[in-house]
Structures are given as structure tokens and as C-alpha cells.
């Protein structure tokens, strides 16, 4: 089956040989070691994306479970809706944690799709590509995804920018966007030990132009968390561990238990 991805500089279909991906105007693209392809177009040198830090963290929080009701979700809303032979892109795929155990709950109901992941973190997409090569892992961003026109059935967004007019593109007609965003009370206990005065997550419900709503999912659970490298973990995947001043850090270091809501709301649209 022709991949989805495109060349980033012509726009032609690459064709993915052994350890080269091309295209027909001689644009060549050499797979990583760790089995990934950078397809990003930048003049612009340093890091893009989250960094090396954020990402253990996430990676190190994530794999204990906490979020395991959002995976879930995710899982039960893409097996219900996706159709047969389904192409899902996760645009903004991070190290691969909820693509890893989509790919998982897709195999459980024998339902035959293809995944393609990406992000615009080179570190976050080693990780990816160590932990499911199969998900056809790449370096890109969303506000110019290398992803056909009209090739993608489900395309997942979750706690990255959202690229509407690329979103559109991409998508056939029918076809699924499936967001993740916080919802009010998200670590909400979090930011209590973090801040004077802690504010609630506002969640916008306007419907993306373009998109009809087909459901809204709640997901929220208290979790508690009684390993302190856990609770290390969950603040520096975090931005508030950037935007906290050495005394909120300090407190959050100190703490040895940690009972907080996990909030979010998932959000299942219909391209019109």
C-alpha cells in the first residue's frame, strides 16, 4: 500500500525503499538508525519541540499507567469509528505512548488499519521509533504535515497544536479528527502545592469550522501517587515546571505523596 507520507519540499509521494525514502524529483530522505525519518524542512538550528527532560519524564510517568483512562478512550472512540483497512495519523505522536497502545487495541479486535505517527521533537521520536518502528515514526510539524491530501481516515491531536486548514487537508471526506484536551480540574491538586492561587483549565466547545461534533467524552479520576520520583516526573513533563519559581519547585520536590484529578475531555468531529 503507497505510504501517506509526501516529500516535504515537491510535495510527490515518496517511495520508501530499504533505508532511503524518495520521490520522483531525486529529494531523498535517509532513515535514522533508530528507524525514523526527518522530514522537516527548517533553516532555523536548536531544538524543536519538547526536550530531552520533558520527554523522560512523560515517558517515565506515562508508562506507570497514571493515564491509562484517557488511553482507553482514545481506544474505544478509533475502534468504534475508524473503518476497515483505516489510515490514523497522530500528529504530534510525542514518544508514542498512546499510539503504542492504540496500535495494541486495534490488533485485540482483528481490526486491520495503518498508523503513521509523527512530531516535531527529534528526541521524542527516537523514543517513538525504539518503541513501535511499525508506526511508521517521522519528524514533522503539524502547520506542514508530508501527509497526502485526502489520505488520512482518523487523524489524532492530542496536546498539540491544532493546524485546522492542514487537519482539513488531510482528511478524506468523512473522515475523524479526535482531540484531547484538558478539562477544568485537570491536576488540579498539582497546582494547589505549586501556586498561591491555583486557576482551573477553560475548554473552549466551539465546534473547528469545517468539522461537525459527533462526541464529547469526559474522562476524570483521582489518582494518588505515593512514589516521589512519580510525582517528579509528572511536574517536569509539565509546563508549570518552567514557569515555577524556585520555591513552588522546591515544595513539589519535597513532597513524598501526591492526590490529584486527572480531568480531560476528549472530542470526536466529522469532516462536512
Known sequence: MQSIYICPKCKAPLIFEERVAKCTAGHSYDRAKEGYYNLLLTNVGGTHGDNKEMILARR???????????????????????????????????????????????????????????????????????????????????????????????????FAPFAREESLRVLKKGGYLCMAVPEREHLFGLKKKVYADPYYNEVSEEIPEGFSLIESVEIREEIALTDPSHIRALFEMTPYAYRTGKEGRAAVYALNALTTDIHFRLFLYKKI
Open 60 to 158: 517515565a510517568f506515562l508508562d506507570v499507567g497514571y493515564y491509562a483512562p484517557l488511553s482507553d478512550a482514545l481506544n474505544a472512540l478509533v475502534c468504534r469509528y475508524l473503518p476497515e483497512n483505516g489510515r490514523i495519523l497522530d500528529a504530534g505522536a510525542g514518544e508514542g505512548y498512546y499510539t503504542g497502545r492504540l496500535a495494541e487495541a486495534l490488533a485485540a479486535e482483528k481490526k486491520d488499519s495503518e498508523i503513521y505517527s509523527f512530531d516535531i521533537s527529534k528526541e521524542a521520536v527516537r523514543r517513538l521509533a525504539k518503541r513501535r518502528a511499525d508506526l511508521h515514526p517521522a519528524v514533522a510539524g503539524v502547520y506542514d504535515m508530508p501527509v497526502g491530501s485526502e489520505s488520512v481516515d482518523m487523524l489524532l491531536c492530542f
